[in-house]
């Protein structure tokens, strides 16, 4: 086993690592037969990571008296390894396309235990998951009326079935910022939300919020209980709250390292002198918080303790209505589920002489609608077993301390793959893995493209038995 070769962003965000990378990417050999065997850049799943990261949520409602439910955003990694892990867990999916639906009602994940968010719903969506007896996040008083329509419809064919729907709950833009997603209570109390409709039930309600803060979720649990209360007069029998995502997690060990990024980047924005090198000097205006803290269980305790505007204690105004408390989480449920490994093709100079290390794969392979991926990738020196490896370390010897920016297959000037500059200590060699780990959540997939008919990645699960062991997700193989 060998050790995977650092790189130091300027400045460095050291990436945390789960034990399954450490033992992947301490093995070459491994490395370069994965590039061989499924090409570069390969997307190498661990959904063991799922139900752990899933327990902690589901813990800490438990040790306020609440029933959490947990729906992965199936959105965050289209690998079915991870909806497996889900189903055989006992949680449940959230999906946000017809394909999705498909997908995993064909795994046999029972469709109470599915919700439709889906932003746009064409109306053969909206049928099927009718027909499937499937939740859906209804996003306005319109696209109630026109699920009533379609179960009218539905049922004069003879398919005798009922329409569950959950109403979208956009937050009082007093309190927090508008939203595209929804229509604020009063809307939907104006509506008349719980008024009967021929073969239609309001099971519960739903919120889908930008941003990680608890405070924001208690926010529009104000406006949630209002519609909820309504609903209850008006003789229906909502069962929960969904809060959608937004659950925090971490990529980062180190809150120094974060606070230091963070202070460079401000700089950079002022126009001020600093330690952030960036290509072109972007000054990554839009970015993902690398650290944050609480995550996951510990945030929800808060969240639990805290109030709710007008309403007391949280968790006791759930409990005190029977309410169960659905969570959506993607990136976080995936947190230390994945690693991307590319293949160097060479090291070179721009024609002002800035040092480039050129990667076979292209920017949306690692991206999301942040500006950059804010963690220090890893060299595998996988070119000691496609070439000689003396001819190898000494390419890499001459590359000790080079600073160069990671650039990918589109034919486009700002083809960057991660946008700081990165210096590599113990060099890097055509031929070599970068690796660039958690990638699990987003960074693979939300958007991945084929443009000049380059395959999209490969998707290949691990499993750790033994030792580990790896083979090809079924995604690959469902389109």
């Not at 070459?28 to 061989?36: G, I, R």
């Not at 996988?382 to 034919?411: F, H, I």
């Not at 055509?430 to 990638?439: F, R, S």
Request: hydrophobic residues 40%; proline residues 6%; contains cysteine.
């Amino acid at each position: 086993m060998t050790k995977p070769l650092p790189t130091r962003g300027q400045p460095p965000l050291t990436a945390r690592l789960e034990p399954w990378m450490t033992e992947l990417l301490a093995d070459p050999q491994q490395c370069a037969a994965l590039m061989e065997q499924y090409a570069s850049p390969v997307n190498v799943v661990f959904p063991a990571v799922l139900p752990r990261n899933a327990a902690e949520l589901v813990d800490a409602g438990v040790s306020r008296g609440v029933d959490v439910r947990v729906f992965f955003a199936r959105k965050a990694n289209k690998a079915l390894g991870f909806v497996e892990a889900a189903r055989d867990a006992g949680h449940g999916i959230d999906v946000a396309s017809e394909c999705e639906l498909r997908q995993v009602l064909g795994m046999g994940v029972e469709p109470q235990r599915i919700i439709l968010s889906a932003a746009i719903k064409p109306d053969a969506l909206l049928q099927f998951a009718i027909a499937q007896g499937v939740t859906i996040s209804t996003d306005s008083l319109s696209e109630l009326d026109r699920i009533a329509a379609h179960t009218v419809a539905l049922n004069a064919e003879g398919q005798n079935v009922r329409a569950q729907v959950a109403p979208r709950i956009a937050p009082d833009p007093q309190r927090l910022p508008p939203t595209r997603f929804g229509e604020v209570a009063q809307e939907w109390i104006r509506g008349s939300v719980g008024k009967e409709k021929e073969h239609v039930d309001v099971v519960g309600v739903h919120a889908h919020l930008h941003g990680y803060a608890e405070s924001d979720r208690r926010a529009v649990l104000a406006d949630c209980l209002e519609v909820i209360d309504e609903l209850r007069e008006q003789g229906q029998r909502p069962t929960f709250i969904d809060l959608g995502g937004g659950v925090p997690m971490s990529y980062l060990d180190s809150a120094d390292e974060w606070e230091e990024f963070t202070k460079q980047r401000q700089l950079a924005v002022e126009g001020k002198p600093t330690q952030l090198r960036t290509w072109k000097d972007n000054p990554l205006a839009t970015t993902y918080p690398f650290h944050q803290t609480p995550t996951r269980g510990a945030w929800l305790e808060e969240l639990l303790d805290g109030d709710i505007p007008g309403y007391g204690n949280a968790a006791d105004a759930l409990n005190s209505r029977e309410l169960a408390l659905h969570l959506e989480p993607g990136r976080s449920l995936l947190d230390g589920g994945g690693v991307i490994l590319a293949r160097v093709a060479f090291v070179k100079k721009r024609s002002d002489g800035v040092d480039l290390v050129g990667l076979e794969m292209n920017r949306t392979q690692c991206k999301t609608t942040s500006d950059d991926i804010l963690l220090d990738p890893l060299v595998v020196p996988t070119a000691r077993a496609a070439e000689g490896a003396d001819d190898a370390e000494d390419v890499r010897k001459s590359n000790r301390g080079r600073a160069c920016y990671l650039v990918g297959a589109y034919c486009i000037e700002d083809e960057v793959i991660i946008w700081r500059r990165l210096t590599f200590p113990e060099g890097v060699a055509p031929g070599d893995c970068v690796a660039i780990p958690n990638t699990a959540g987003y960074f693979m997939h939300i958007l991945e493209s084929a443009s000049h008919q380059i395959p999209l990645a490969n998707n290949v699960v691990c499993k750790q038995e033994s030792a580990l062991e790896f083979f090809q997700d079924t995604i690959d193989g469902a389109n």
